[in-house]
């Protein structure tokens, strides 16, 4: 327990004493916040009845898809792991303590932004605060979790930023953030189901905020939690201790089936 | 030291696919006994250093540290074996303090901070990682790597890097966990250090012992050769006159004449009786025996090693 506390404590603190995880923890989701706060408002009011759970699911991306993976890459890159072995510490505290460090860091992103949104910009509040809450925490671990298992299959820093931003990107456009789903055309709806976003946004919207979905908010949650926690056990599987240890437990494209639940989503869609 | 075994190898091997990096190695190291495993880059040190701290599994043969298998016992090793990594091994944000806290945690004892103390840190406790010296990481590596007072612990060129101050205190360290009971393996190319500090060691040479023992015992069975130089007031044993008994080669390096003897003692008497023959004066006499480094260098060049 005291070294859980410890590891705990330590990576908490990193996340706001290295300047780059500052910055994707709170700097850049808080900051878009604010401007889409102050300039997307303005430009279409309809955006105040989803900015909360759009600024939150982006927020869960920023943390967990662009802050989380780099540092474990250039951690193991550095050799730190391979001192943690030596001394003992699991690979499941390597990755369990970043993931809810990354969580811990969103839910307080998240807090501001739902305390501030309604009294600033005039964001329409939840309908159920329980609900709204669970899936704040959903939407966190899931992008969390799939934050980790791009650290653990990226060889470099450099394949890190690209697989994050193959997610990252089409998810600000097509996952329901910046414009309703329903908006989209039916192929796009379609394709937007493979993102995590996309069924964030429609669990919070049909659950939380009692809106009419694209698709069915609970199965919607069921995708998210089912992604998170095979994202998380594959994390795990495929963990490698330094980019010499040539012995894997599995080939990295294993990876890949921590997106089986949203392929099964774009079906029912 | 006593004669009981802390660490034992026995016809280890590892490959890397079709790259041999240790080709069936044995070696003993007894408790209290500072052993250094040296060679050339590339000669299987840092393989058998991972093999036996549990970072990889040999392909072959058996490695114990106090009757516990690295390879199949993780978690009862870590209690027995203390590791001073080459290379960082701590994040750059960690604090000296952190850094304590955390690891003693895992190993499930106390923060050692008297350690911190006695490795020049107390000053440093706020500190973190990338800001300190090359040689205070060193220092706090090694403080890190003894707090859970392992009986075995491993250094991987410890001083390296080190300016000769930082050095002195390391090896200093070092001689005093000796002193306390501590069972040491030194990775080191730094023939000096090795020469200095080790009670025996182990050449290694493209996977394969070469030669093994103490480093006296190691330069004593090269060539042999003892180095005698020599300078006069006027240099006339510069001119090569009568043969001097037991010289092998003679170079005259500047104002010193230099004889490698088989005989020492007959050499340096006979050089003697010369130079009050011809009514020069003695200025410099110096003995010296092969050192670890000569000899390493012998065996290396023999074996090919580049």
Known sequence: ?269 | MSNERALSVRGFQKAYGDVVAVSGISFEVRRGEIFGLLGPNGAGKTTTLECLEGIRRADAGELSILGVDPGRQPRRLRSLIGVQLQTSGLPANMTVREAMRFFSAYHGTDPRYDLLDRMGLQEKLSTQYEQLSTGQQRRLNLALAVAHRPPVTFLDEPTAGLDVGSRAELHHLVQELRDEGSTIILATHDMAEAEKMTDRVAILLRGKIVASGSPRELTATGSGLTKVSVRTEHSLLHEAGAAIPAVQQRVVQEEYVIYFSTDPGQTVASILARIDAESDKLIDLRVERPSLEERFLEITNAGGAR
Request: proline share 6%.
């Open chain 1, 1 to 269: 327990m005291r070294a859980f506390v410890n590891h705990f404590t330590f990576e908490f603190r990193t996340g706001l004493r290295n300047a780059n995880q500052l910055l994707m923890n709170y700097l850049f989701p808080l900051g878009f916040y604010a401007m889409m706060g102050l300039v997307m408002t303005q430009i279409n009011p309809l955006f105040q009845a989803t900015m909360i759970p759009a600024m939150i699911v982006f927020a869960a991306m920023a943390t967990g898809l662009l802050g989380l993976p780099s540092p474990l890459v250039e951690s193991r890159e550095a050799g730190i792991y391979r001192s943690y072995k030596i001394n003992g510490v699991p690979a499941s505290s390597i990755l369990a303590i970043p993931t809810l460090t990354t969580v811990f860091h969103n839910v307080i992103v998240s807090a501001i932004i739902a305390i501030t949104a309604g009294p600033i910009f005039g964001a329409a509040a939840p309908q159920q605060w329980g609900t709204f809450a669970l899936l704040t925490l959903l939407t966190a671990f899931t992008h969390a979790a799939l934050g980790a298992l791009i650290g653990v299959v990226s060889a470099n820093t450099r394949a890190t930023v690209l697989l994050s931003q193959i997610i990252f990107v089409p998810s600000c456009i097509l996952g329901g953030m910046m414009m309703p789903s329903d908006l989209l055309p039916e192929s796009v709806q379609r394709f937007s189901a493979l993102l995590p976003p996309t069924h964030s946004m429609q669990a919070f919207l049909g659950l939380a905020y009692g809106q009419e979905t694209v698709l069915d908010p609970v199965a919607a949650v069921l995708i998210l939690l089912t992604s998170g926690l095979l994202a998380f056990g594959l994390a795990i599987y495929l963990f490698n201790w330094d980019r010499q240890n040539n012995v894997r437990r599995g080939h990295p494209l294993l990876a890949l089936l921590a997106l089986v639940p949203y392929v099964f989503g774009m079906f029912i869609a």
